[in-house]
């Protein structure tokens, strides 16, 4: 377990649909970032969250938003979705010390049908 | 921009060695690396900060040339539970914006064979 928790696991919806990912990240961490894995483009940054406060946007689509709370978690907010955001979301989170590097949780899949 | 990492694929025999190489077209702040095994989440190896840095862990180590912004992971006598992707990270500034972005590459993906 690396401390960083993202429900659900496992999500399957269809085409058109809206879903919502959750994170906790890891007890004292600030930073929360979200990645997107698909087989041919690797791990593309999303979005990052530094207590509250929206710090720097990747490749997200306007269809996709997040936010994140007071006590720190996370959501990534998917609509409109389409065949092609079938894919695996990954959360992380990191400390203030440079050095920790980032921890990531284990992942939500979600299938388009 | 997203790095540069060769190989995309190397397989190995226990105990033999391996680099792995990844550059930047970008000013780099640090170099992350990461192994990830077939579904399982990505796992933290170590973080390069300074130019010419050389870290290491256990018989896995890393160095960065900030001036060519590129970075090596070097692997040595490798182990079957080395197997997996290896993914660098480069962390760049983000628009000024006083934080920065950690972008990966597609990965190298390492089989070590009996």
């Known amino acids: 377990d690396s401390g960083v928790t993202q429900t659900p696991k496992h999500l399957i919806t269809a085409t058109g649909q809206r879903v919502t990912l959750r994170c906790s990240p890891r007890s004292g961490d600030l930073s929360v970032y979200w990645y997107q894995q698909s087989l041919d483009q690797g791990l593309q940054f999303l979005i990052h969250y530094y207590n509250g406060e929206e710090r720097a946007k990747g490749n997200i689509l306007e269809r996709f938003s997040a936010q994140q709370f007071p006590d720190l978690h996370s959501e990534l907010n998917l609509s409109s979705l389409e065949l092609g955001d079938s894919a695996l979301y990954f959360c992380?989170?990191?400390?203030?010390?440079?050095?920790?590097?980032?921890?990531f949780g284990s992942g939500t899949r979600l299938t388009v049908v | 921009q997203q790095p540069v990492q060769s190989p995309q694929a190397v397989i190995l025999r226990e105990g033999e060695d391996a680099v792995i190489n990844c550059s930047s077209s970008k000013a780099l702040y640090s170099v992350h690396w990461y192994r990830q095994k077939h579904g399982e989440a990505p796992v933290f190896l170590m973080i390069?900060?300074?130019?010419?840095e050389q870290k290491g862990h256990e018989k896995i180590s890393a160095s960065f040339n900030e001036k060519k912004q590129q970075s090596s992971l070097y692997l040595t006598a490798s182990q079957l539970s080395y197997s997996g992707t290896y993914f660098c990270?480069?962390?760049?500034?983000?628009?000024?914006?006083?934080?920065?972005?950690?972008?990966f590459g597609k990965g190298t993906k390492l089989s070590v064979i009996p």
């Open positions: 990270g480069t962390e760049s500034l983000y628009s000024g914006a006083g934080s920065y972005q950690l972008t």
């Open positions: 390069l900060l300074k130019g010419g």
């Open positions: 992380a989170s990191s400390a203030e010390y440079r050095g920790s590097g980032y921890t």
